[in-house]
T-cell receptor
Framework: DGGITQSPKYLFRKEGQNVTLSCEQN?????MYWYRQDPGQGLRLIYY???????QKGDIAEGYSVSREKKESFPLTVTSAQKNPTAFYLC???????????FGQGTRLTVV | GQSLEQPSEVTAVEGAIVQINCTYQ??????LSWYQQHDGGAPTFLSY????GLEETGRFSSFLSRSDSYGYLLLQELQMKDSASYFC???????????FGKGTRLSVIA
């Protein structure tokens, strides 16, 4: 089945540790996105990538890093520089220049 | 840049009709889309408008006026399961990303 997979679903980390969230898609989509969602809030764009080996910062990129070495994969690293990392992280993919995005089930990160 | 405005909360009665409005600002315009998200879940795509007018998909319809930078989502025959957050999203032209509004929380009451 085609889809987009995020892992893990729940993640706990100690403050000061870097953590990498996985996002894999087999939809053959060129564009991939990372969004952050806080309770009762909308989706804020962290990073996006329209093509392999290229990505751009979104509105809240500080404290995060990404890579896009393969079309299928777009991992997000939450670094220790991110001051308030506890949130729900959503990965999405789409055909380029299309407004229909497919989302993974999300990773709920808790930093203690 | 791109930005969107939509009401934060709407309450409606089961069986009724509700309209959720969205205004946007974008550099160029490629399309406006709508997503539904239930608590704890991921957003799912509902509809898309690239041209002015109304698009209908079952109980849901979406409208766009490009000259007014405005759209709305219309939900008919509301059911309790429609209680969720609804997001409008816009993409500009060129290498611009898909940007979401802050969402409208719809509560359907008996």
């Amino acid at each position: 089945d085609g889809g987009i997979t995020q892992s893990p679903k729940y993640l706990f980390r100690k403050e000061g540790q870097n953590v990498t969230l996985s996002c894999e898609q087999n939809l053959n989509h060129d564009a991939m996105y990372w969004y952050r969602q806080d309770p009762g809030q909308g989706l804020r764009l962290i990073y996006y990538s329209q093509i392999v080996n290229d990505f751009q910062k979104g509105d809240i990129a500080e404290g995060y890093s990404v890579s896009r070495e393969k079309k299928e994969s777009f991992p997000l690293t939450v670094t220790s520089a991110q001051k308030n990392p506890t949130a729900f992280y959503l990965c999405a993919s789409s055909v380029s220049r299309n407004t229909e995005a497919f989302f993974g089930q999300g990773t709920r990160l808790t930093v203690v | 840049g791109q930005s969107l405005e939509q009401p934060s909360e709407v309450t409606a009665v089961e069986g009724a009709i509700v309209q959720i409005n969205c205004t946007y600002q974008t550099s160029g315009f490629y399309g406006l889309s709508w997503y539904q998200q239930h608590d704890g879940g991921a957003p799912t795509f509902l509809s898309y408008n690239a041209l002015d007018g109304l698009e209908e998909t079952g109980r849901f319809s979406s409208f766009l006026s490009r000259s007014d930078s405005y759209g709305y989502l219309l939900l008919q025959e509301l059911q309790m399961k429609d209680s969720a957050s609804y997001f409008c999203a816009v993409r500009g032209t060129g290498n611009t990303p898909l940007v979401f509004g802050k969402g409208t929380r719809l509560s359907v009451i008996a």
